[in-house]
């Protein structure tokens, strides 16, 4: 870990080794491409089992389903995805979500550009003062 980056939490290592099957590792990486896309940010287990990643605000979480890997991102409905990575949450004004199948892979330049503008959102201040009046 560099200067900036926050120790990993023990709460949340447990609620990604407890994912069933691939999810479990691909929940590792995807919880150090957070890491890689913004070293303050730090980590938490909220609503039982569920691993939050913040900085000055909610960035992101995640949750192991039946079939897939949901990473839901907390700024998601302002952030730009050139790479097309978002895959459902169109209808929310501000989160959308990524759902991570086995067979499909992350494209994590993309995820990590994607993480890292959530950041500097929420340090601007975040949604509610970057969307546009309506």
């Given at each position: 870990m560099g200067e900036d980056a926050q120790p990993r939490h023990p709460r949340v290592t447990e609620s990604i080794d407890?994912?069933?099957g691939w999810q479990a590792a691909l929940g590792r990486r995807v919880r150090e491409l957070v890491h890689e896309a913004e070293p303050e940010i730090t980590e938490e287990v909220r609503y039982g089992n569920r691993p939050y990643f913040l900085y000055l605000g909610v960035v992101c979480a995640m949750q192991a389903t039946k079939d897939h890997l949901s990473v839901f991102l907390y700024e998601g409905g302002i952030a730009p995805?050139?790479?097309g990575i978002i895959t459902d949450g169109f209808g929310n004004a501000t989160g959308r979500t990524i759902k991570l199948h086995h067979e499909r892979a992350l494209d994590e330049a993309a995820f990590v550009e994607l993480i890292r503008?959530?950041?500097a959102t929420n340090r601007s201040g975040?949604?509610?003062r970057l969307k546009p009046a309506g």
């Amino acid at each position: 870990m560099g200067e900036d980056a926050q120790p990993r939490h023990p709460r949340v290592t447990e609620s990604i080794d407890a994912f069933p099957g691939w999810q479990a590792a691909l929940g590792r990486r995807v919880r150090e491409l957070v890491h890689e896309a913004e070293p303050e940010i730090t980590e938490e287990v909220r609503y039982g089992n569920r691993p939050y990643f913040l900085y000055l605000g909610v960035v992101c979480a995640m949750q192991a389903t039946k079939d897939h890997l949901s990473v839901f991102l907390y700024e998601g409905g302002i952030a730009p995805d050139p790479h097309g990575i978002i895959t459902d949450g169109f209808g929310n004004a501000t989160g959308r979500t990524i759902k991570l199948h086995h067979e499909r892979a992350l494209d994590e330049a993309a995820f990590v550009e994607l993480i890292r503008w959530i950041a500097a959102t929420n340090r601007s201040g975040g949604w509610r003062r970057l969307k546009p009046a309506g």
